[in-house]
């Protein structure tokens, strides 16, 4: 298995609303990656996770917090998003923190997510 | 055709033809980097990568050229086919600095 898998592909929510993605990888790869991408542009690092260990945090709002519960999962939880937050979520993961290894950094195909 | 991959500008090529992407990296301690394409609702897909200790590299179709002197990289692609439409995206990593860094990519669009 070389893929990276995200669920939903797709998420509608509220303001209010509380909801997760989740992203799962069983390649044996020690680091996850949360990235934002906005329409037309290149990722952008949201957190790092090396041994189920939050590594990096770059300066991301509070009402995202991520969670890793074991080496092959890592999840995204949102609270009280704003419409500015609507973007395509991508997990990545790779062997070591920033060691990109035989094929580089894995993305999964992302969460598309809309706030309304 | 050349493009520079800069402001996601577009490179339009006709099927068949040669493409060649450039990038131009911003570190000159990155010693990794990787193309990546990434089709419409779909995340980056790997392509293919170097290391700074090479200056050329070939895949199925693709060719990856680095130029440390002048910190820039380039994407071949042989015989465009349309399901290379997409927009490619030139990354740059140390393992001793971190941190994966994209550049602003390349859409691709192939004409019949």
């Known amino acids: 298995d070389t893929e990276v898998t995200q669920t939903p592909k797709h998420l509608v929510m509220g303001m209010t609303n509380k909801k997760s993605l989740k992203c799962e990888q069983h390649m044996g790869h020690r680091a996850m990656y949360w990235y934002k991408q906005k329409a037309k542009k290149p990722p952008e690092l949201m957190f790092v996770y090396s041994y189920e260990k939050l590594s990096i945090n770059e300066s991301v709002p509070s009402r995202f917090s991520p969670e890793c519960p074991n080496s092959s999962l890592l999840n995204l939880h949102l609270h009280a998003l704003q419409p500015e937050d609507s973007a395509l979520y991508l997990c990545?993961?790779?062997?070591?923190?920033?060691?990109?290894?035989?094929?580089?950094?894995?993305f999964g195909s992302g969460t598309r997510l809309t706030v309304v | 055709g050349e493009s520079v991959g800069l402001h996601l500008p577009t490179l339009s090529v006709q099927e068949g033809d040669n493409s060649i992407i450039n990038c131009a990296y911003s570190n000159s301690a990155s010693d990794y980097f990787i193309w990546y394409k990434q089709e419409s609702g779909k995340g980056p897909q790997f392509i293919i990568d170097i290391r700074s200790n090479m200056d050329k590299r070939q895949g199925q179709r693709v060719t990856v050229l680095l130029n440390k002197t002048v910190k820039h990289l380039s994407l071949q692609i042989a015989a465009t086919q349309p399901g290379d439409s997409a927009v490619y995206f030139c990354a740059e990593n140390s393992d001793s600095w971190g941190k994966l860094q994209f550049g602003a990519g390349t859409q691709v669009v192939v004409t019949p």
């Open positions: 990545a993961s790779s062997q070591e923190e920033w060691t990109g290894g035989t094929y580089g950094y894995t």
